[in-house]
């Protein structure tokens, strides 16, 4: 497989993430961008301490360590670099492609999805426990002290890299999951059917993923245009603005594809909460309209006065 890591000494898509995290690293520290500025790549605008781990880098970039009770070990890394193969699979040269077996190959696939998807399973699990011992706040302390308990939350969060946004995105999936099992749960025969608020989240789902499809794509070009400029002999200025302009798509690719993931996994774990068969409906319900307040809190919070994103 002509594209694939294990096959390339040099993948594209793996030195472009790479360069991606990289360059963001610098250009998010105003003394390492004044010295790239002055100085180009290298030269001291390096960090003290060395790069991290482009996928440690990322993980810590979206939410950090207070966001994982709610959305878990974020896998935008390694899914950022497979689109990124994807797209940029067609113009790699070379008609020495591996060849594998198509049954084997297939068998291999099939075994990686298996993986994948018990990865997942684990992860809603966890994640929907960890939620339902949340909205049990409700429950047990009222409508009021929940509502305090949740803000107070969010002022914390909001403050985290890309905080604002991921609650935007969480909130607004807890928001529409909980109108749809209040519904559900619900004996007002005038009430909204908990299929229309399916629907909304169906086309939801097909508009971040083409977005996020078409910044990966974006991404690819700002690199074939970064590379042309190195064989054409372009000036540091050009090569200069080129770079960041190649990581500020990167970084919203990266995001885009980030929050995919995340707005996945909060509906399953939404559904699990609030179809939990070892409760009676009463207390599903309870659970649905606390989650309501949750969604509601979390897409009110505005960002903080110091934001920490950069771009």
């Known amino acids: 497989m002509k594209f694939h890591p294990d096959k390339n000494k040099t993948p594209e898509a793996e030195e472009m993430f790479k360069k991606i995290s990289e ?43 207070l966001f994982v009770d709610i959305i878990g070990e974020l896998q935008i890394a390694k899914e950022f670099k497979n689109m990124m193969m994807k797209n940029g699979a067609e113009g790699v040269e070379g008609e020495e492609e591996e060849k594998e077996d198509l049954s084997v190959t297939l068998e291999k696939r099939r075994e990686e999805l298996e993986v994948k998807k018990k990865v997942r399973e684990e992860r809603v699990i966890l994640l929907a426990e960890k939620l339902v011992k949340k909205l049990n706040v409700y429950i047990e302390s009222g409508p009021d002290n929940f509502r305090k308990f949740i803000a107070d939350e969010a002022e914390e969060l909001k403050v985290q890299s890309y905080g604002v946004q ?6 607004y999936i807890y928001s529409v999951k909980a109108s749809e099992y209040i519904s559900k749960y619900n004996d007002d025969i005038f009430s909204t059917p908990s299929f229309v608020h399916r629907m909304r989240l169906k086309g939801r789902t097909f508009t971040e993923t083409f977005n996020t499809v078409k910044s990966a794509v974006d991404v690819h070009h700002s690199f074939v245009q970064l590379q042309e400029a190195e064989k ?61 307040i949750v969604g509601d809190s979390y897409q009110s919070v505005t960002p903080p006065l110091m934001p920490t994103n950069i771009f």
């Open 23 to 65: 360059a963001y690293q610098v250009l998010s520290d105003p003394i390492l961008r004044k010295k790239y500025n002055e100085f180009g790549p290298g030269k001291g605008s390096d960090p003290e301490g060395g790069f991290i781990n482009p996928e440690e880098f990322f993980k810590m970039q979206f939410g950090g360590e």
């Open 232 to 292: 054409t002999g372009a000036t540091d200025a050009e090569k200069e603005k080129l770079t960041e302009d190649a990581v500020k798509k990167g970084t919203d690719a990266i995001w885009k594809t980030s929050k995919l993931e995340v707005e996945s996994v909060i509906r399953s774990v939404c559904d699990k909460a609030c179809t939990d068969i070892s409760v009676d409906k009463i207390t599903l319900r309870k659970r649905a309209e606390a989650l309501k």
């Open 166 to 171: 991921l609650l935007h995105s969480i909130g």
